[in-house]
């Protein structure tokens, strides 16, 4: 799918410019307090010439056909772009966690670390994670390791998701 950069891209922005537009497609997620499962994603970036990305991400449980099987996670928020490729990704969820992550951007490839984790007093554990984005032969492939539950940080979920 062809990409053109907006013309009213804000110059720090450009290190993150590749991942505007949507995308959609399938991940894996796994932890040791939970079974294996699969879900579908779509992933939404968008800009209005500020130096930050509005970003939003729904996914959904499929079976092992690839048929949706319920809704799952939503996350809403915005990453901040700063000079020199500085990242802040400020993120909230549904399964009521707020999230502020740092990290750099340059080359295709996105990388954060959590700051600061709040959460509701209904929502499980959660204490941190990475999260690596990378622009691969023109799909977005991420990985996310996660700190929850008494777990040490270690894979949690990962998908590759093609442009829309």
């Known amino acids: 799918m062809p990409f053109e950069l907006p ?9 993150v410019a590749w991942l505007l537009g949507t995308w959609q497609g399938n991940g894996h997620g796994d932890y040791p307090t ?3 499962y699969q879900f579908g994603q779509e992933l939404i970036f968008t800009h209005d010439g500020r130096p930050f990305l509005h970003y939003f991400s729904r996914a959904w449980i499929v079976d092992e056909q690839g048929e949706k099987v319920r809704d799952a996670a939503l996350e809403t928020g915005f990453l901040r772009c700063g000079e020199e490729g500085k990242v802040e990704f400020l ?5 009521g966690f707020v999230e502020i992550w740092h990290g750099t951007a340059e ?12 959460r509701t007093e209904t929502a499980k554990e959660y204490t941190g994670g990475t999260r690596l984005y990378g622009n691969v032969e023109g799909d977005l492939l991420y990985a996310f390791d996660m700190a929850a539950m008494g777990q040490a940080l270690q894979p949690h979920a990962w998908a590759r998701l093609q442009r829309q």
């Open 7 to 15: 013309d009213n891209l804000h110059p720090h922005c450009a290190p």
């Open 34 to 36: 939970i079974e294996p």
């Open 91 to 95: 993120l909230t969820h549904n399964t």
């Open 107 to 118: 080359g295709g490839k996105l990388e954060l670390t959590t700051d600061a984790v709040a």
